[in-house]
């Protein structure tokens, strides 16, 4: 049994009654109950904190959230009502671990200490007054953390979305975002690892901080291995505390150094693609916020990873298709030209072993012509061959370009002529570069001309592009009527697209002129 001195002891470490005099404190003592608990009696239910202060006299109590221990209080320890303990403890139960003896005050007893006594009332007061002062400040600088913390999440999220709309290759816009990604969780390891198409093989894309022997063995391991197998599974954030303890983590870590490990699926279209890893010090453990961070950041990788390769795709089904085109050119084009080639030589070969020289001029000058179609279809397609100039050279010099080699080279002449300042919008660039393309293409196959003439006119609302050629022309109402040729149909198309207009001109034996006007507003 503790004397009352030990109590009064004990009263004053309580901060709310550390300016009271000892005959204040002993009115405390002798006003207020004693009170035991047996183990496992729930003195105080979470978010329930009653009305009632509780001075630990003899035994223990634990503090819990749920089933987490926050705290063991012993003798002279108090808690309850008017404690003003931090948010987590003031929201939680107070548990009796072993029998205990409590000194117990109520509010109704302190308002008629406060009623009778009014110097214990202003000093009681004094105290709440500095003790909420102190709780606004903690409260306020929490909140300022809170801030901080979600600031630099954005900015984060911010970096990220920047760096994946950035026109960069693959592996570059991966490891400038696994760089965001460690900078944003305070670490200096970490991996993107990205699935096979058969979801066999996880393949390492990037890294940061790993030696580079470890990086060898880390460059194509099996999806249903190590720690990534749990992530792919159940495609959702594994944490680890330490992942030098995890039984199948030697694919990680090699040098047994503790380290928290944090592993992310990233996901596009419900479709996993790979596994985004961080790691750092387990002195610094992944909380709640963060692992949602890196989830939404490996989300942003997904989508940019899915992009890459319906962009690769794409590409990879235009090369089949432009492959598929040339090949039909070649046959239309420049192999019936050459199998006219042969005929033509062979039945030179026998009028001359006829005998019959004066009968092979006509098949020889049909060879020189043939062939010299041929030559000019295979310059053309050898061009069409080349990467695109349009992006480095612009309209004007990529049309010239294209005139000096394959019209000229076909003994063409040729004159490009332009006015006015060009300041085009990409889509219509291409389209009039392709336009002109498909009018030079024409001539060269079809008109017979040994000149050709671009000009291009450009306003301060219009541009008009005019390709003109002296060759044999045609009837545009006839060709009109047997539904006009591929060629014809690309343009009117092209134009339709632009907002433009289509004209030609041409006559039998006349020549063709091929105008095209696009506004510019």
């Known amino acids: 049994m503790l004397k009352q001195a030990q109590t009064i002891g004990f009263l004053k470490e309580v901060p709310l009654f550390a300016q009271f005099r000892e005959d204040e404190l002993k009115l405390l003592v002798q006003a207020a109950r004693q009170q035991r608990f047996e183990p496992g009696t729930l003195i105080i239910r979470e978010n329930e904190m009653g009305n009632e202060f509780f001075l630990v006299l003899e035994g223990q109590v634990e503090v819990r959230k749920g089933k987490e221990p926050l705290a063991i209080l012993n003798a002279g320890q108090f808690f309850g009502e008017m404690v003003f303990l931090d948010e987590m403890v003031r929201s939680a139960d107070v548990v009796v671990t072993e029998n205990t003896r409590c000194l117990v005050l109520t509010n109704d007893l302190l308002h008629e200490l406060i009623l009778t006594h009014p110097d214990m009332a202003l000093k009681m007061m004094a105290e709440l007054a500095r003790r909420l002062r102190n709780t606004d400040q903690e409260s306020y600088a929490v909140l300022e953390q809170r801030v901080a913390d979600r600031t630099r999440e954005l900015s984060a999220l911010y970096e990220i979305t920047a760096v994946a709309s950035e026109a960069l290759d693959l592996e570059t816009t991966l490891k400038r975002l696994l760089e965001r990604s460690l900078e944003a969780m305070g670490a200096n390891m970490g991996t993107i690892q990205l699935l096979d198409e058969a979801g066999d093989r996880l393949t390492l894309a990037t890294h940061q901080g790993f030696p580079p022997h470890l990086i060898q063995e880390m460059a194509s391991v099996p999806s249903n291995q190590g720690v990534s197998k749990r992530v792919l599974e159940r495609q959702e954030p594994l944490l680890i505390s330490d992942i030098t303890q995890h039984p199948k983590a030697a694919e990680i870590i090699a040098d047994r150094c503790p380290h928290a490990y944090l592993g992310v699926p990233m996901r596009a279209k419900g479709k996993v693609l790979g596994v985004l890893s961080i790691l750092r010090e387990t002195a610094r453990p992944f909380n ?234």
Do not use: W
Not at 341 to 367: C, H, M, S, W
Not at 379 to 396: D, N, S
């Open 288 to 521: 709640v916020e963060e692992v949602a961070l890196l989830a939404t950041i490996a989300d942003q990788v997904g989508v940019v990873v899915e992009n890459a390769r319906l962009r690769q795709q794409a590409e990879e089904a235009a090369v089949m298709e432009e492959r598929g085109r040339l090949a039909r050119d070649l046959h239309d084009s420049v192999t019936q030209s050459i199998y006219s080639v042969t005929l033509f030589a062979e039945a030179a070969r026998r009028l001359i072993g006829d005998g019959e020289l004066a009968n092979t001029k006509d098949y020889l000058e049909q060879l020189r012509d043939t062939s010299q179609q041929a030559l000019k279809e295979l310059r053309l397609l050898v061009y069409e061959l080349r990467p695109a100039l349009l992006k480095q050279e612009g309209l004007i010099g990529a049309l010239r370009q294209r005139l000096s080699t394959v019209e000229e080279r076909a003994n063409i002449h040729t004159k490009l002529i332009h006015k006015g300042t060009l300041k085009l919008k990409k889509p219509v660039e291409v389209g009039l570069y392709h336009i002109a393309q498909e009018a030079l293409n024409n001539a060269l196959k079809h008109a017979s001309a040994s000149q050709v003439t671009v000009r291009i006119l450009a306003h301060a609302k219009q541009v008009t592009l005019e390709i003109t050629d002296n060759g044999v022309g045609f009837d545009p109402r006839s060709v009109a009527q047997h539904g006009g040729g591929v060629g014809m149909a690309s343009m009117q198309e092209r134009t339709t697209r632009l907002g433009g207009t289509l004209q030609v001109i041409s006559a039998p034996g006349q020549g063709t002129s091929i105008r095209v006007r696009v506004g510019l507003s």
